[in-house]
């Protein structure tokens, strides 16, 4: 069976000292369980390798009990292909607009389609220069002020009812780029 690239992202490690893991230990706890050509980005939990599963779901799930079993953690895992991230990416629609700060992107990724809710909570916590788009499976942020924001994968998570985890936009095309060269 042939393998495919991806790119897991988990929501919540390495942040203020909580949910520590290390990215070579989780690269070795990986690579043991069968994942192939294993790379991390950064420490907030960014890992590109190859497998021949081909369910994505199924992916995230079985990364989310390797960290379990490894690290005696609970961490929330979104797989995504190289053809979600390039299309994240592409469509982003604040890239279009001459004046856009690209240090003001953010996606935030979803585990889920969002349905049946209301922008009204995520619209009272937003300050004027801040601008969000709700797609598919993500949504779209431009923020000049991300770590003073009330617009935080909380409450995303709570308004949209999925888990969500945000990578800013220098990471998600630099993921994009490592997955690429795999």
């Not at 992202?9 to 369980?33: D, F, H, Q, Y």
């Not at 390797?66 to 797989?79: A, R, T, Y």
């Not at 279009?96 to 049946?116: C, K, M, Q, W, Y």
Request: cysteine-free; charged content about 15%; overall charge positive.
């Amino acid at each position: 069976m042939s393998m495919i690239t991806y790119i897991a992202i988990l929501r919540a490690i390495n942040v203020s000292g909580k949910n520590v893991i290390k990215m070579t230990a989780l690269k070795s706890a990986l690579e043991k369980s069968g994942y192939k050509k294993v790379t991390t980005y950064i420490q907030s939990g960014n890992i590109i390798f190859q497998t021949s599963q081909q369910k994505e779901a199924i992916i995230a799930a079985d990364i989310s009990n390797i960290i379990q079993e490894h690290f005696n953690l609970k961490v929330p895992v979104i797989v995504l292909t190289i053809g979600t991230l390039q299309s994240a990416i592409d469509n982003n629609p604040f890239i279009s607009h001459a004046d856009v700060e690209t240090g003001n992107l953010h996606i935030v990724f979803l585990d889920a389609p969002p349905f049946n809710y209301s922008t009204e909570k995520i619209d009272s916590k937003k300050q004027d220069n801040e601008n969000y788009i709700i797609g598919e499976n993500l949504v779209y942020l431009n923020i000049p002020k991300y770590g003073n924001s009330k617009l935080s994968n909380q409450l995303f998570e709570t308004v949209l009812k999925v888990t969500a985890t945000t990578r800013n936009w220098n990471t998600s095309n630099k993921m994009l780029s490592i997955a690429n060269q795999l």
